[in-house]
Structures are given as structure tokens and as C-alpha cells.
């Protein structure tokens, strides 16, 4: 019961807070000297046919209006129509959702797999070379620009060795579009040559993408076990004679996840804004490029249709991490 | 005073924060100094076609750039520009963000109620993308960096203070404070603020790390200061183009970025550890 109340209590608090977010990007995207509607129009339009235009696109009413009006139809369901590829909004990030998911779950994946392990042996070794040695990869993860480190990649593995595609999720034609994943649809088409040229495609960019992550996991990791490791039932089963190894990747790790698992909220976030400047660099077809195109364009309702759709993402990832701690350690549920 | 200087020892004793705290310190030199220390002062705006693009040499330590300028004198002067944006919008979110943390963790009314909801807006995104959004709408200046970066970095200040200042309400020291009918506003300034001052302190470091970074990923999407500025980010943009051929262009930027947000890093972990014994360094960031 009071898991359910948890719940209902942050959707509740999701809804106005996604109102919020809608008015303050609102009132950033039209307060604003850029005008759309002049750029949208052309140079050769005259005074009159922008002006026209403008109403036509219901821009020359009352911001509050305007605000009003679109809550009404984000209501509806609707995101507005680009004013740039003049499709819906929703159709657009619904055509570009799966190359940011599966770019962003491959990357979550190289973090919490390459991350969680890492952090245990740094824990386990602590203050010896190996833990040093890791500590000043996490610091160096947190530290490094992301586009700068996707350029050097790409210089490296893809203009200098030729290991690697330079940008791009495949060469050639898209697969059938099934799932929209790259990786499943190669794989469903019995292509193994271009399921190859996928998982090519995407190591870099989801390399880029994940070392934030990956540091932040180690990090977490390594307070965490450090902290169960001196809890008195790791003393007690020492005492018991339980192989250490046991008591260290089954009992210990068990336990700090917990905190780990809180983080995963965090995370999404390191990705998401991640995926907005490693799309670009990598002229990768997801939403975070197409968000940055459409802020270069002064597209209001694309930018907008960008933020709400993110805000509502992150709320949810975040709803559910908390709704997930909750149930893994109920210790912590009234707080 | 003797409180500051205890910490600068126990700080040095620890070799990480001590190379953080060095480094932080080389930048504030380099950005004041950095007339007297770049090689080709004059070439920062200057074009000298004939120099185009010329591979690091003994007269030109990082090469040269498009217009022909020489990177590593480029690089002292975009020292002040990455001082300037990272101390300004985080000094602007340390006086919108602190108060505001102050004001709703203490009277825990419908106003603090409503100034939490309201940074939690703020908080509803990844802070690029509103900054993205606010810059790209204001256009391109350090200015306008600046304004976005620190409208979308208060509430993490508001965030931690009012979390402090709620468990701070309760202890006994406050209570005994609020009974003997010492004013209110003394309260908040000589006995609550010193005490949440620690993790604000590490916050501020931690947060001039972190600003660098979302100001040079704006510079590099084309946000930042306008073309002819020394802007770290648009250095690493600008020499896209001339890859694979100019290696050189774009790695002096990358690793001046990466040098002082990771001295930013090392000395918020360090003061964390000095300042605050209960937290171990766990991984919270930004």
C-alpha cells in the first residue's frame, strides 16, 4: 500500500512539473528577437505574406493563448507540426527513437557491464596500483569533453587505422524496418556481413556515449562495496568460513547495488545529454540530432515536442528507479 | 582564518587534491597573465595565411590554426574566456540557488513547497538541453552563455541547501536558538549557513568542473563566443574540417578542457574528504 501511494504520489507531482517545464521552454522559444516565421517565409516574401503566414501558423495571438492552446493540445495527445520537415512532431521522434534507444541502451550496457566489475576489483584492491589505476580512469571519464573524445576516436579507429565507420548507423541501406533497432533487424534479415556493420557503426559513438556513465558506475560500485564490506554479516560469514569470493560477488555486491540501482536515474541523464552532442557528432539519426537541428532552425514546436518528450522520459526513468529502490529496500520507502 | 589554512594543510597532504588545487591555480595565472606568456600574442585575431595550418614546430609548440594563429597562444587567451563563463554563471547560481535553498528548506510552507516545484522544473531535463535552448534563442555570445548556464544551474544549489537546512532545523543548537527568541534572519545567517556551508563549498567545485564542460560542448555546437574568440569548444569544432591531416588542431584544446575540469574534480573530491568526514568520495557529480 504505501508503494502505491508512492506512486500515485509521483505522478501527481510529474504532471505539474511537466506543465512547468512546457511554460519556461514556451515563454525562452518566443520571447525571443529570432523570428521563424520571416526565416520560414524566405527573403523574397514581403511584409504582408509573413505577416499572413504568422497568422496562419496562429503566432500573432497572445502568448498566454498560445500557452493555453498548447496544453490543450499536448492534452490531445499531439506535439505539435514541425515547422521545418512540416511533419508531426510526434512522427519525427517517432521515426528517430529507435537509433537514440539502441544507441543509448548499448551504451547503459558497456557502462553497468564493463562499470559494476571494475568497481568491485577497485574496491577489493583498494589503495593498491590497481585501484590508483582505476581511480584516475573514473576521474579521467568525468573530466574529458565528449565530442572531443569522439573526435579523437574517430581520428584514431576510423580516419588513422580504418578500423571503424567514421559516422552513421549503416552503410548502405537501412534493413527492413521490424523493431527499427539496426542490431535485431540485421539479425531477423539473416544478414550477419550487415549485422557486422552495425555493431561496427555503433562501437564509437556508444563507446563516447557510455565513458561518463561507465566512470560514475565505478564509482558508486567502489563506495558501495567498500561501505558493505565492513557491515557486521560480511564479518560474520568470514567467520563462517564462506569462500570470499562468495561472500564478495554474490552477498556484497547484492547489497551495494542497491545504491547503484538509484543511480541508474542519474545515468539516463549523463546519456541523455550526452546523446545530444555525440549524435551530432557522429551524424547519428536520433532524436538528440534532431533536437539540435531543430534549436538551429528556431523550430519552436520541434523543440518543444524535444523538451516535453524528454522532461516525461526522465520523469518516468526516475519514477521508476525510486518506485524499484523502494521495493529493493524498503528501509528507505518513508523517507 | 585558522579554520581555512587547517584545511589548505590537510588539503596538500592529500596528492590528488593538491594537483587539483595546482592546476586551478596555473589556470588563474595563464588566464591573467597570458599576454605576457603567449609566444604570438598578436596573431590571436590576426589572419597569416602564409602559417596555415602548420604542424607543431619549436616556433609554434601546438601548431597553428586556419587563420594561420598560433594555437598554443590561442589556447593562454581561452583561459580567460573559460574563467570568466565558469566562474560568473556558477557565482550567479551560488546567489540564486542558495538563498531560495535557505528561504524553503527553513519556513517549510507553501512558499518553500512552491520554490522547490519550481526548481524542480529546472531539474526536469538534462541541464544542456535548456541551455542549448536558452542560448541558441538569445544568440551566440559569452553573455548569453553565461545567463543560460547559470538559469539552469541554481537549483542544484537550492537543491542541496534545503536538504541540509530541513535536518539542520532539528538539532538541538537551532531549537535552543528559535526558544531564546534570537531573530530569525540571525539564525539563518550565523548559525544555519555556516553549517551547510561545507557542502556548498564542494558543490562550487565541483560545479565550475561541470559548467566548463556544458560551455565548451556550446562552444563546439557553434553557441559560445563568437568566431574570431579563442573559445576552446569552437577550436575543437573548427578543426573537424581539417582531419585527418591536422591532428594537431584539435588535440591542445581537448586536453586544456580536460586538465582543468579534472583540477576542478580533484579538488571538490579532496575538499569533500576534508570538509565533510561522513561522505566517503562516492561517485554524486555535478
Redesign the interface.
Known amino acids: 500500500m504505501r508503494i502505491l501511494a508512492l506512486i500515485l504520489q509521483r505522478i501527481a507531482w510529474l504532471v505539474p512539473t511537466l506543465a512547468g517545464l512546457v511554460a519556461v521552454v514556451f515563454f525562452i522559444s518566443r520571447v525571443i528577437p529570432a523570428d521563424p516565421v520571416s526565416k520560414l517565409a524566405g527573403e523574397t516574401a514581403s511584409r504582408a505574406q509573413v505577416e499572413l503566414l504568422r497568422q496562419k501558423l496562429g503566432l500573432d495571438r497572445p502568448l498566454l493563448v498560445q500557452l493555453a492552446d498548447y496544453y490543450k493540445q499536448l492534452l490531445s495527445g499531439d506535439l505539435g507540426t514541425s515547422l521545418f520537415t512540416t511533419r508531426p512532431v510526434w512522427d519525427d521522434l517517432y521515426a528517430r527513437l529507435p537509433a537514440t534507444i539502441e544507441l543509448t541502451i548499448v551504451a547503459m550496457i558497456i557502462a553497468v557491464v564493463i562499470g559494476i566489475p571494475l568497481g568491485v576489483v577497485s574496491a577489493l584492491y583498494r589503495n593498491t596500483i590497481i585501484d590508483h589505476l582505476l581511480r584516475i580512469i573514473t576521474v579521467a571519464g568525468l573530466a574529458v569533453a565528449s565530442f572531443w573524445l569522439a573526435l579523437v576516436l574517430q581520428l584514431y579507429f576510423a580516419m588513422d587505422l580504418g578500423w571503424l565507420p567514421l559516422q552513421a548507423r549503416i552503410t548502405g541501406f537501412p534493413p527492413p524496418s521490424i523493431t527499427g533497432f539496426y542490431i535485431v533487424d540485421t539479425l531477423v534479415e539473416g544478414n550477419f556481413t550487415r549485422f557486422g556493420n552495425v555493431v561496427a557503426h555503433l562501437t564509437l559513438p556508444a563507446f563516447t556515449l557510455a565513458f561518463p556513465a561507465l566512470a560514475t558506475v565505478v564509482r558508486f560500485t567502489r563506495a558501495g562495496v567498500l561501505e558493505t564490506l565492513q557491515k557486521n554479516f560480511v564479518v560474520y560469514q568470514r567467520a563462517m568460513g564462506i569462500p570470499s569470493g562468495l561472500i564478495v560477488w554474490k552477498y556484497v555486491l547484492r547489497n551495494s547495488l542497491i545504491s547503484t540501482v538509484t543511480q541508474i536515474g542519474l545515468l539516463f541523464g549523463i546519456l541523455l545529454a550526452g546523446a545530444v552532442v555525440i549524435e551530432t557528432v557522429f551524424q547519428w539519426p536520433g532524436i538528440g540530432a534532431y533536437a539540435f537541428e531543430a534549436i538551429l532552425q528556431s523550430d519552436y514546436a520541434a523543440v518543444m515536442g524535444f523538451t516535453v518528450y524528454a522532461g516525461a522520459v526522465f520523469g518516468i526513468v526516475n519514477l521508476v528507479v525510486d518506485i524499484s529502490h523502494a521495493i529493493l529496500d524498503p528501509r528507505g520507502a518513508g523517507a | 582564518m585558522s579554520t581555512a589554512i587547517d584545511v589548505l594543510r590537510k588539503l596538500l597532504r592529500d596528492p ?1 587534491a593538491a594537483a587539483g588545487l595546482l592546476i586551478i591555480l596555473l589556470l588563474v595565472l595563464v588566464a591573467i597573465f597570458a599576454p605576457l606568456l603567449a609566444t604570438h600574442p598578436e596573431a590571436i585575431w590576426d589572419m597569416n595565411p602564409r602559417q596555415r595550418l602548420l604542424p607543431p614546430s619549436d616556433m609554434y609548440v601546438f601548431g597553428t590554426d586556419r587563420m594561420g594563429a598560433d594555437i598554443y597562444s590561442r589556447i593562454l587567451f581561452g583561459a580567460r574566456i573559460t574563467m570568466v563563463i565558469a566562474s560568473v554563471a556558477v557565482g550567479a547560481a551560488l546567489l540564486i540557488g542558495v538563498p531560495i535553498g535557505l528561504i524553503s528548506g527553513w519556513t517549510q510552507n507553501w512558499l518553500g513547497e512552491a520554490l522547490m ?2 526548481s ?3 531539474l ?7 541551455a ?3 542560448s ?4 551566440p555570445s559569452i553573455e548569453n552563455v553565461i545567463l543560460a548556464l547559470s538559469v539552469t544551474y541554481w537549483p542544484w544549489f537550492t537543491r542541496l541547501v534545503h536538504a541540509e537546512v530541513r535536518s539542520l532545523k532539528n538539532e538541538t543548537f537551532i531549537e535552543a536558538a528559535i526558544a531564546l527568541g534570537v531573530p530569525t534572519w540571525r539564525i539563518i545567517l550565523l548559525h544555519v549557513l555556516p553549517n551547510v556551508a561545507s557542502p556548498i563549498i564542494v558543490r562550487t567545485s565541483i560545479g565550475m ?1 561541470f559548467t566548463i ?1 556544458t560551455a ?2 556550446l562552444g ?3 553557441l559560445g563566443a563568437p568566431p574570431p574568440a579563442p573559445e576552446w ?1 569552437r577550436m ?2 573548427e ?2 574540417e581539417f ?2 591531416q591536422a ?1 594537431w588542431y ?1 588535440l591542445a ?2 586536453l586544456a ?2 586538465l582543468v ?2 583540477g576542478f ?2 579538488l571538490g ?1 579532496g575538499l569533500r574528504d576534508v570538509l565533510d568526514p561522513r561522505i ?6 555535478r
Open positions: 590528488a516545484r519550481v524542480d522544473i529546472f526536469a531535463v538534462p541541464q544542456i538541453v535548456l542549448i535552448a536558452i541558441q534563442t538569445l544568440g568542473g564542460l565548451s560542448a563546439f555546437l557553434g569548444g575543437i569544432a578543426s573537424r582531419l585527418p591532428w584539435a584544446p581537448g578542457i580536460f575540469v579534472m574534480n580533484l573530491d566517503r568520495r562516492a561517485g554524486a557529480r
